[in-house]
């Protein structure tokens, strides 16, 4: 069975840093991608951007570039988000999600991880 | 436009057939999928690749395209179909990045 686990909730206060994690199984880890979603409270999904496990290639949306870090550790099948110095507007829940992209049927999310709640707040 | 617009809101009655639409100039070039998310819950891919269905999910689902709009049509809405959806596709060919659908709110009255 594929699943993706998300690690806990967090809570944090501006400027601090803050890593957040998402273990993949029941797949090999290296042969899909992985996403990186943000909900905002009440709001919609935005792609932040995504990475090639096998390589740790990354791509970010021109909204997120800069402002997040995304990597992977495939010897133990989990993907990473990052924050350096979190602003009050990260708050929100993240959820990472497996990618699947080709030519012929584009790019979808097939398997989702639980999200992790992000509140940041002084 | 590099974005994909949603009607915030639809309803439909209970047993009856409903349309969500999503258009984008992506969409002429890349296909469309489609996300089912619950309150509290991660979303649940329902269509990919414009009519493909993942395993577990009902083939009331079902999935089009024209032009620069997608459509996710449930023929017999549920009560449980009760949701917020979501499209996304590929934005553009310049660097692999994704977009999202603003969402659509779906009542089964």
């Known amino acids: 069975e594929v699943q993706l686990v998300q690690s806990g909730t967090e809570v944090k206060k501006p400027g601090e840093s803050l890593r957040i994690s998402c273990k993949g199984s029941?797949?090999?880890?290296?042969?899909?991608?992985i996403s990186w979603v943000r909900q905002m409270p009440g709001k919609g999904l935005e792609w932040m951007g995504r990475?090639?496990?096998?390589?740790?290639?990354?791509n970010y949306s021109p909204s997120f570039q800069g402002h997040v870090t995304i990597s992977a550790d495939k010897s133990i099948s989990t993907a990473y988000l990052q924050w350096s110095s979190l602003k009050a507007s990260g708050t929100a829940m993240y959820f990472c999600?497996?990618?699947?992209?080709?030519?012929?049927?584009?790019?979808?999310?097939?398997?989702w991880g639980q999200g992790t709640l992000v509140t940041v707040s002084s | 436009s590099s974005e994909l617009t949603q009607d915030p809101a639809v309803s439909v009655a209970l047993g009856q057939t409903v349309r969500i639409t999503c258009q984008g100039d992506?969409?002429?070039?890349?296909?469309a999928s489609w996300y089912q998310q619950k309150p509290g819950q991660a979303p649940v891919l329902v269509i990919y690749?414009?009519?493909n269905r993942p395993s577990g999910i009902p083939d009331r689902f079902s999935g089009s395209s024209s032009g620069n709009t997608a459509s996710l049509t449930i023929t017999g809405a549920q009560a449980e179909d009760e949701a917020d959806y979501y499209c996304n596709s590929r934005r553009d060919s310049s660097g692999n990045h994704v977009i999202f659908g603003g969402g659509t709110k779906l009542t089964v009255l």
């Open positions: 029941g797949y090999s880890f290296t042969s899909y991608w």
């Open positions: 690749a414009k009519n």
């Open positions: 990475i090639d496990p096998s390589d740790s290639y990354t």
């Open positions: 992506s969409l002429r070039n890349y296909y």
């Open positions: 999600a497996r990618h699947y992209s080709s030519a012929w049927s584009g790019d979808y999310f097939d398997y």
